[in-house]
């Protein structure tokens, strides 16, 4: 399967061609929006944003609102990755040039003024804990050459949660972290506590490309798991990370999208312009064909639908795979998130 790092570059003639597609199709089924797009709503002291896009190639993240027309924006070098925050801002993970430089974090606010930044080194993943704090993973700065997860409070204090080797992507649900790695490991942090369960082997030793909760609210519903090997392993996990069933997709999907409304999991295709829903069981629920290929991140929306990123467009989707109206005119958006309820400002 594909290497996932979203801040590697694809290949040059085959991006600049789905960046074309992108844009065409984004024409052509009409996710294009309206002239009202094209301009913050700067005569509205709130931004009232829904969702943040980061749009690499560009050098952009967007504030969009529940319309995914646009309310603000902010520059910033080839942002990687970005987490809504309950005060309607976002953290931003971003790289400085290449790889092999250092990364960046961002806190913005709803307006997209920064707020603190910090400097880091190569990095992946990014959530938010609670809503407010980010979590990343940064590569290879812990004892041995390890990778760390680190903990950044809203004015860039820095925490260290875990360190170990090869470390891959993050969940979060309640009070728990779970951090998978790449031999297919899975570990339980509590934050709050500062304490690290023993690592366990639900599926195998590949990599854990994703880990998403069911659901954000009930500990007792389990986790969905996506493994980074040439089946597309999918699994469904108990609160206690024993594996109920997995089941092949053939789909190389970069993440997993948990349903809002319980009933299932999205995945999409970042070579083939398919994107699946599964249920209970490991049951495919539907495959659909989609407008263009290189869909890549996804956010969950409330009526039980998906949004993912595209080169040049946002796409949507209602909770049977149908289309419906996204919103084009970006160069290569490689992640989008949801602003979570809002709350009151960090103290």
Known sequence: MSNRYTEEKRGGSRELALIGLGVLAALCVGLVRSSRAAQPASFDPVPRVSYWAADRDGDHVFGLDAELLLRTKKRVQRPLRVAGRVDGGAWILHAMGSRTEPHGLLRIDEWGVTQAATSLAESLDLVTWRGRDALVIERGTGAGGVDRVLRFAAGGRETRLFEGPGLRCLGVQGERLLVGDAQGGVTVLLPDKGEARPRVVPCGEAAVASLVAVSATDRDAGWWLLLDDFAGTLARLGPDLRPLWSTATRVNASGLVASLTGDGVWLADETRPVVCRYGERGRLRFQRDVSLAGLARGVALAEGGVLFTAPGA????????????????????????????????DG
């Open 314 to 345: 946002l796409l949507r989707f209602d909770e049977h795979g149908q289309a419906q109206p996204g919103q084009g005119g970006f160069q290569f958006l490689v992640d989008v998130t949801a602003v979570p309820a809002r709350a009151e400002p």
